[in-house]
């Protein structure tokens, strides 16, 4: 089972976090190579996938699961967004203890989307800490400082 080095799954310090931790791009990409049911979901508005890209599986013989966190363009939180996944992970043979990595376009929806999977049962619910553009960096622009994109992952435009 997949946990990210220098993490134990659910603690970090003296607190229980409320999903499995944080995660770099990196250790996600990794842990998406050797465990073949492990899940990318990408929880950014279909305007970001459109417009901005989207991770590129296809090495891996498989594509990222897309369900929008906030709907856009009211950017509405998506009320049926837990029951939606159950749905697909189920489709692809997940259970409750598969890998599933949720990101977004920096890290807060995708946190708050795990949190949501650790509250529906599932074990293994990490963050994809930096997400796909990451922060923006000195000059205002994203992808320059971390991020999928920054560390060089495969991406493809839709």
């Known amino acids: 089972s997949f946990v990210p080095r ?5 603690e970090r ?8 931790g944080d995660v770099s791009c990196q250790q996600s990409w990794e842990a998406l190579s050797e465990h073949p ?11 970001e996938w459109n417009f901005v890209g989207l991770p590129d599986l296809s090495t891996l013989g498989r594509e990222p699961i897309l369900i929008e966190w906030q709907r856009y363009p009211d950017m509405a939180v ?5 029951a939606t996944l159950s749905s697909e992970l189920g489709s692809r ?3 409750l203890d598969t890998p599933l990595f ?5 890290g807060a929806r995708s946190q708050s989307a795990a949190i949501a999977m650790t509250a529906a049962g599932y074990t293994k619910a990490f963050n994809v800490a930096g997400g796909f553009e990451g922060a923006r960096g000195s000059g205002g622009h994203r992808s320059t400082v971390e991020g999928w994109k920054f560390d060089g ?3 493809m435009q839709r």
Do not use: E, K
Request: net charge positive; proline share 5%.
């Open 13 to 20: 310090g003296s607190f229980v976090m409320s999903y499995a």
């Open 78 to 82: 998506n009320q049926n967004f837990a």
């Open 93 to 95: 043979g997940a259970d």
């Open 102 to 106: 949720f990101l977004c376009r920096s």
């Open 37 to 47: 049911n492990a899940q990318l979901i990408d929880v950014r508005t279909s305007a």
């Open 153 to 155: 992952l495969p991406w």
């Open 6 to 10: 220098g993490h134990s799954p659910r």
